[in-house]
């Protein structure tokens, strides 16, 4: 099974519920330890609904969404064109709530597969060959570890 199998399939083993939308599509749930804070289904966000959700103010999240680094989403014009929108989507706020987070390292694991499913392939793939790269990374560094302490 190559990389981007064993990732769909470990996701697979760690399924966040789904509804259905209103339009009958499939739609996964926050991921175990955000659910209590973001609405099932709801897959959009307003800046002002994310300052709710994290307990920080407006214009902070304002500057992270402007920053792009902790958050991103879509901006665009409503209102005649007059009046500068900006929405999030769930994914993005899940990613938000992983960075900052102090959760525990099962529960941030759980955050970031929940994510998977809105990704491409070629995303998939990205992401299968860090992890992999990082894996071998890290069980090379702790043999070298195990034969240093002889």
Known sequence: MDSVGRLLSLYAMTAIPSTKDKQ???TTCAAPGFDFLLPAGKQWFKLRELAAITGMSESTIDKFFEEGRLLSGHSFYTGAGR???KRVPRCFVVSLLVKTADYDPETKLQAFLSCLPEMSIDQLRQIATVANGLGARKATEA????K???
Do not use: N, P, V
């Not at 043999?143 to 195990?146: A, H, P």
């Open 143 to 146: 043999q070298s570890g195990r």
């Open 24 to 26: 009958g599509e499939r």
């Open 148 to 150: 240093g302490a002889r």
């Open 83 to 85: 009046r500068l929108t």
